[in-house]
């Protein structure tokens, strides 16, 4: 059985519904199934643990803000060896929604000062909000211990290949200098 993002649980909080002078505490812990949908959707091996606990607060008479702690456990393939490697993930999470931020209209968009800051929606998405911050901490570029690229030299066959010492400019001159040394003395 393949596990997919439309299968999680809904974890939405409704705004409208929540107390307007405390905070509203949360916890998602998503099961074996869950994990397996999260890391196919992110392009990762696995997620052995993974965690969002916190709280959503009203700030003034209209704005709300999202404070929590993201944990996890991320398996991904290094990208020298494709070998798994195993990462540990501890961030912070804030979000703030406020009535007053406007939705780009254009495909260019000038950033705010506060990339935290969304529109107010009238729900907010618990999972979508942990997956996100997930795939904004995980590692772009994992690497095994020990794993380095090293160099790789191509070209067409009877062809000398060229190094990147090769393709400077002036890499030949020291060679033509210190000859020009001997010569000299």
Same mark, same amino acid.
Request: proline share 7%; with cysteine; net charge negative.
């Given at each position: 059985m393949e596990a997919h993002l439309a299968d999680l649980p809904t974890s939405i909080l409704r705004l $409208?519904? +929540? !107390? #307007?002078r405390r905070s509203t505490p949360f916890e +998602? %812990? /998503?099961?074996?199934p869950e994990r397996i949908a999260i890391a196919a959707s992110l392009g990762i091996i696995g997620i052995k643990k993974l965690k969002l606990t916190g709280e959503i607060s009203p700030s003034g008479?209209?704005?709300w803000d999202l404070h929590a702690t993201l944990? *996890?456990?991320?398996?991904?393939?290094?990208?020298v060896t494709l070998n798994p490697v195993t990462t540990r993930v501890d961030e912070g999470v804030r979000r703030t929604y406020k009535v007053d931020v406007e939705e780009p209209e254009d495909d260019e968009v000038e950033m705010t000062l506060d990339e935290?800051?969304?529109p107010l929606p009238a729900n907010i998405d618990l999972y #979508?909000?942990?997956?996100? $911050? +997930? #795939? +904004? !901490? %995980? /590692? *772009?570029?994992p690497r095994a211990e020990g794993a380095e690229l090293?160099? $790789?030299v191509f070209s067409d066959r009877g062809v000398a290949p060229m190094s990147d010492d090769d393709a400077k400019p002036f890499a030949g001159l020291e060679g033509l200098r210190k000859a020009l040394e001997k010569k000299g003395d």
């Amino acid at each position: 059985m393949e596990a997919h993002l439309a299968d999680l649980p809904t974890s939405i909080l409704r705004l $409208a519904d +929540l !107390a #307007s002078r405390r905070s509203t505490p949360f916890e +998602l %812990m /998503p099961n074996g199934p869950e994990r397996i949908a999260i890391a196919a959707s992110l392009g990762i091996i696995g997620i052995k643990k993974l965690k969002l606990t916190g709280e959503i607060s009203p700030s003034g008479r209209t704005d709300w803000d999202l404070h929590a702690t993201l944990g *996890a456990t991320i398996v991904q393939e290094c990208v020298v060896t494709l070998n798994p490697v195993t990462t540990r993930v501890d961030e912070g999470v804030r979000r703030t929604y406020k009535v007053d931020v406007e939705e780009p209209e254009d495909d260019e968009v000038e950033m705010t000062l506060d990339e935290n800051v969304e529109p107010l929606p009238a729900n907010i998405d618990l999972y #979508s909000v942990m997956i996100e $911050a +997930l #795939s +904004l !901490a %995980m /590692p *772009a570029y994992p690497r095994a211990e020990g794993a380095e690229l090293g160099d $790789a030299v191509f070209s067409d066959r009877g062809v000398a290949p060229m190094s990147d010492d090769d393709a400077k400019p002036f890499a030949g001159l020291e060679g033509l200098r210190k000859a020009l040394e001997k010569k000299g003395d």
